[in-house]
């Protein structure tokens, strides 16, 4: 067994006993804390589909993740109250069924990240984090101004979705289909950066101007990349309006697309467990540090300077070595 | 003109002050080796660009088996049977030889969204990659990464890369360009191995190689071309040595006028 494959199979068990750990420390704390984690690492995986193996460097992913966490939050409200969305042109009703609305947070995530993608891919380098950023600042005001859900304020879950079989508003079994959904996506996401799309996509990230000199058309690869990144965040959405059981524009703001971002980085650009590593770094850390201090950043920010200056593939490429990549 | 394969009309494109290209007529023949010489800043790469369509020309057209490419998009050209190579070899240094030409064969064996299958199992590549490591003779580096390649085997690996998707035309740019005795001899092989496949639009400034391969030549100066003919007619031509004197090439044309 190399290290790679030892520190996988060690952050598996890790976290498929984690409930049975938090019950034997009497932390169940712990529990709601990792459920987190989860949907953060399954939002900075997403991200790292575009910016690690795309090279699309986005400041708007929280965009994906808001949209999809708003489009939850708003229909399972509207499912509590027995209100209607929508009245015009047609009656929309509101609905409580996560089967329903989860699928329909990653297709509306998905249908945001096709505009603004198709619009921002036609710029490249800086400006593609500007024109992204931009976006994501205009979702960020257009939730601050919809009074109706709250406006800044934002607006409360009144219970989490309900699914056949699975109580989500138990933590416990909520975590495990928090894992249950990351699993998944970290499977599939596995199975698309090495089919021919997949290497499509890293050809642009390498060099976009000998692909299209092969004869690819890059544009529609990158775009439909950026889309399945999108996706990926609006169902991490999803997630954490239910596990909050609460959302606000900040999470779409600006700074949440820069600590997806930071995530990726420190776990290990480019590779599928990193992001996941980075997410759990990151929100363990502001949670140890916030105890001594508001300021944490303070102590982020070093850290995150070492691990990019010593570490090339983060926290992930330190502890399983090598070169290993491709998922 | 029924023999054309690749044709220029006043190709015409300026930067700023500088005429890049001015009035250009180019015929390239089916199956011939063309070259495109010149003093260093004739244009010649500029000429490539416009062709593989990096660069939208001011002025002018350009046809390509038969229909006007002027408009056409980069790959879309590609996709026709227009292939080219670069200056500075342009290979994915993180991927390996294998995977390299791996996806030039997928740029011409239908769509990529493909999202499923390993892109090393799909039998479209299978049954195209070994063929394609054998032309270029890298079989031994197959699961190398491009960037651990000696200078001579990236040249190959790129021009193996333009070769995959069996295109109908190759744009070389400078293949010779910082290659040592050695990989001149194996590169030279190759070029003339292909001569028979595809038609070829070299661009080239070791005149030896030039003169031993070529069918035609044309010479760019300035971005117009001044003289046009085959090597014997170019070693000769007055306007060429002329434009070459000083720059220390001319000697290849002189013993044998």
């Known amino acids: ?327 | 003109m029924a023999d054309t394969l690749l044709a220029t009309r006043s190709l015409s494109k300026r930067f700023g002050a500088v005429q890049a290209t001015k009035d250009l007529t180019l015929e390239v023949a089916h199956g011939e080796l063309h070259a495109l010489i010149g003093p260093n800043g004739a244009g010649k790469t500029t000429v490539l660009n416009q062709l593989s369509g990096e660069l939208t020309p001011d002025r002018g057209r350009i046809y390509f088996d038969g229909r006007s490419i002027t408009n056409l998009r980069v790959h879309k050209r590609a996709q026709m049977g227009l292939a080219r190579s670069y200056q500075i070899t342009s290979v994915f240094d993180h991927l390996t030889v294998r995977e390299n030409l791996s996806l030039a064969i997928q740029a011409h064996n239908g769509h990529s969204f493909r999202f499923w299958r390993r892109a090393g199992d799909d039998p479209l590549i299978r049954g195209a990659i070994d063929p394609a490591m054998a032309r270029v003779g890298l079989e031994q580096r197959s699961r190398v990464p491009a960037a651990n390649l000696s200078h001579g085997e990236r040249r190959q690996l790129e021009v193996g890369m333009a070769l995959c998707g069996r295109p109908k035309m190759l744009l070389l740019d400078e293949p010779y360009a910082g290659m040592g005795p050695g990989g001149t001899v194996e590169l030279t092989k190759l070029i003339r191995r292909l001569k028979s496949e595809v038609t070829i639009l070299l661009v080239e400034h070791d005149m030896g190689a030039v003169f031993s391969l070529a069918d035609r030549i044309t010479v760019l100066v300035y971005g117009q071309a001044i003289a046009s003919g085959s090597p014997e007619a170019i070693r000769c031509d007055r306007a060429v040595r002329q434009a070459y004197l000083g720059e220390g090439d001319n000697h290849h044309g002189n013993a044998a006028c």
């Open chain 1, 1 to 327: 067994m190399n290290r790679k494959t030892l520190a996988i199979t060690g952050g598996a068990i890790l976290l498929l006993v984690l409930p049975l750990l938090a019950a034997l420390l009497d932390e169940p704390y712990l529990v709601t804390l990792f459920s987190r984690i989860l949907i953060y690492a399954l939002a900075a995986v997403s991200l790292d589909l575009m910016l690690g193996f795309g090279g699309m460097v986005s400041l708007g992913h929280a965009a994906f993740f808001g949209v999809g966490a708003y489009a939850v939050c708003i229909l399972s409200v509207h499912g509590f109250e027995g209100t209607p969305v929508l009245t015009w042109p047609f009656t929309v009703g509101g609905h409580e069924s996560a089967l329903l609305l989860w699928p329909l947070a990653v297709l509306l995530a998905a249908l945001a990240a096709a505009v603004i993608g198709a619009l921002s891919l036609r710029t490249s380098g800086m400006h593609f984090i500007m024109i992204t950023l931009a976006f994501a600042q205009m979702l960020y005001y257009f939730f601050v101004s919809l009074e109706t859900y709250g406006g800044d304020d934002g607006m409360s879950l009144f219970a989490r979705n309900t699914m056949p079989g699975v109580d989500l508003a138990d933590d416990r079994q909520f975590y495990y289909l928090c894992l249950a959904v990351l699993a998944t996506f970290l499977f599939l996401a596995h199975r698309l950066v090495n089919s021919r799309f997949g290497m499509v996509v890293r050809g642009c990230k390498e060099n976009e101007r000998r692909m299209k000199t092969l004869g690819f058309p890059t544009f529609r690869y990158r775009l439909v990349c950026f889309v399945i990144a999108g996706a990926g965040a609006g169902l991490a959405g999803a997630l954490i309006t239910n596990q909050t059981e609460y959302v606000s524009p900040g999470l779409l703001h600006w700074t949440r697309s820069g600590e997806i971002l930071v995530m990726v980085l420190l776990g290990g650009m480019g590779t599928l467990f990193g992001p996941v590593l980075g997410a759990a770094a990151l929100l363990l850390m502001e949670e140890m540090l916030s105890i001594y201090t508001e300021h944490w950043m303070i102590y982020l920010g070093p850290f995150l300077i070492l691990v990019v200056l010593f570490a090339k593939r983060g926290i992930y490429g330190w502890i399983a070595g090598g070169t290993g990549n491709h998922g």
